[in-house]
């Protein structure tokens, strides 16, 4: 177990001067080594908040937003009401904890990962490639002009993704890459811990998506110091650690995609044209899904005809891919964002590019996308650097064309709507300069100090509950399972009654549901569209799939 030595709080208090204003957390600066194993490595920083617990304070509990890449200070600092929502969620005994891991943010050492020096120098270096259009293609990527056109690429992409990788290796934190990665951010928390609730304490996490990631190594790099775990949306770490992440990442993840997508279908029927703007009067999901799919067409066909058109059907996959995580804002996709960018993307179809309505449709498309601030100065690299730097080492047998060729079986075996999403940070790795210092590689089945809780949603887009099952099943007695029947990625924007029961029972006891068939569903009192319940959208889903 690893002793810290090296770690020093801002000020002897804690936490004291805050980095940026926020209403009910606390912020400083926390010194870590590069390299726990190597002490002439020399120091990094992390940033880190925490909130206070409201009742009798049992200890701290780490939040990890996910990612990786995600910023602990950007989502607890400017958002009060998640601050409260998390203190509730862990029982109001426990200090919320989160941090800006290496790589993340401009206050942390290393900090964000960028390999261009602004949007223009990034948009320029990959001019007339896929990197900022997408991929063209429809229905189960058998077009042969499609393929045609993706293939005349590789060579290219090759080339560029091959000087890319230098161009990371010598810009700013290029020196640091090596000490980014899953292993370091478990040592740091695990340090982070040793300070606040003393040496050798035990270790409570509450990690969602990439966050259930650094959980499942966290707990078999440190199983004595395991508390309280909960892990929301499940990356399977075996299958992580058994391919090259460039061509072992999308087959398992968009497995259940394509069924996110069709419960977006069926809701928006279900509410008609006074809930959700995309239908018709009388339309059936079915009816909805053809007609989706036949803009998805004329947008590629405009964009086959005028590469230079604003909306390209890959862009408006990658817009739909990004908004489906949280059924929450699904009403907000279907009667604002999307409506204004079809309108345009049609009009491109017949040439018509309307100086009024594309600023608007464009306007739509930021505002729901949030876009980091960083990524108006210039392309973070970051999930990237974390995620290639965690991978097993290249074979170096692997080139573009091989990549491709994984996209396009993605894209017809395992999810037509996002299986060729692109750019997408795995595609990187073959091709990135570094692997970090330290990486875990297994087992993933040691016995626990105490039980953790696995959850995961019946379809998720990113993390199926295949990959949760699997976890559970290999740490056995020492995790416990739970299915919320619900929709997107995580449960955490679909209230459940029964799921906070469990997690108050296991917070406040370490009560853990026993089997594999704990399932709860999502309070019907929460409506996706008005009348239209998580219950009623899956009541109303096809056995077996849309068809393409």
């Known amino acids: 177990m690893h002793k810290l030595t090296t770690i020093a709080l801002a000020a002897s208090a804690g936490f004291a001067k805050p980095i940026r204003a926020a209403v009910t957390a606390q912020t400083t600066r926390v010194s870590v080594p590069l390299d726990y194993h190597d002490s002439s490595a020399g120091n990094g920083r992390i940033a880190v908040i925490k909130a206070n617990a409201t009742g009798e304070r049992r200890g701290t509990f780490f939040f990890n937003p996910g990612g990786p890449g995600g910023s602990g200070l950007q989502n607890l600092g400017p958002y009060p009401d998640f601050v409260t929502t998390l203190l509730k969620f862990t029982g109001g005994n426990y200090d919320v904890v989160s941090w800006d891991p290496r790589g993340v943010g401009a206050f942390s050492i290393p900090g964000e990962v960028h390999c261009f020096g602004s949007l223009e120098e990034y948009n320029t270096f990959f001019n007339r490639t896929i990197e900022p259009t997408g991929i063209e293609m429809y229905g189960n990527f058998t077009d042969e002009t499609d393929l045609y056109n993706l293939y005349a690429q590789a060579d290219t992409m090759e080339k560029k993704y091959t000087e890319v990788g230098k161009m990371c290796a010598q810009h700013s934190e290029g020196k640091h890459l090596k000490y980014m990665g899953t292993a370091a951010t478990v040592r740091d928390m695990v340090a982070l811990a040793d300070v606040l609730d003393g040496p050798g304490s035990p270790v409570n996490l509450y990690g969602i998506s990439y966050g259930t990631f650094l959980g499942a190594w966290f707990v078999n790099m440190f199983p004595e110091r395991v508390g309280k775990v909960i892990l929301d949306g499940v990356l399977d770490p ?82 739909l891919y990004t908004m489906l995580y949280f059924p929450n804002q699904w009403p907000q996709l ?36 949030k876009r980091a601030e960083n990524e108006t100065e210039t392309r973070s690299y970051t999930t990237a650097a974390v995620l290639c730097a965690d991978s097993i080492d290249s074979t170096g047998t692997l080139n573009m064309t091989d990549l491709f060729d994984h996209l396009v079986e993605t894209s017809r075996d395992v999810s037509h709507m996002f299986g060729s999403f692109w750019p997408f940070h795995t595609y990187y790795c073959n091709y990135w300069p570094v692997r970090s210092v330290e990486r875990y590689t297994g087992p993933f089945n040691k016995t626990l100090a105490n039980p953790i809780l696995v959850i995961g949603n019946t379809y998720d887009l990113v993390t199926p509950f295949k990959s949760a099952n699997a976890l559970s099943d290999v740490l056995g007695e020492s995790a416990g399972l739970v299915r919320l029947n619900g929709l997107g990625h995580t449960t955490i924007s679909s209230p459940s009654a ?46 077996n799939g849309l068809p393409y």
């Open 498 to 543: 029964c799921l906070q029961g469990i997690v108050d029972a296991y917070i406040m006891n370490g009560t853990i549901p026993q089997g594999e068939d704990t399932v709860c569903e999502v309070d019907d009192g929460f409506e996706i569209w008005p009348g239209v319940t998580t219950r009623m959208i899956l009541g109303n889903m096809t056995e």
């Open 238 to 319: 075996i299958a992580f650690s058994a391919k090259e992440i460039a061509i072992g990442w999308n087959n398992p993840a968009l497995l259940d995609a394509d069924r996110v997508y069709e419960a977006f279908i069926t809701g928006c029927a279900l509410a008609g044209p006074h809930g959700c703007s995309l239908t018709k009067e009388g339309q059936t999901p079915l009816d909805l899904h053809a007609s989706f799919q036949a803009f998805l067409k004329t947008a590629h066909d405009a964009t086959l005809e005028d590469p230079t058109v604003p909306y390209t059907s890959g862009g408006v996959r990658d817009v």
């Open 334 to 369: 279907t009667n604002d964002g999307l409506p204004a960018i079809m309108e345009q993307a049609t009009q491109e179809a017949y040439g018509v590019i309307n100086a009024i309505n594309a600023p608007r449709a464009d306007s739509k498309l930021r505002s729901i996308l």
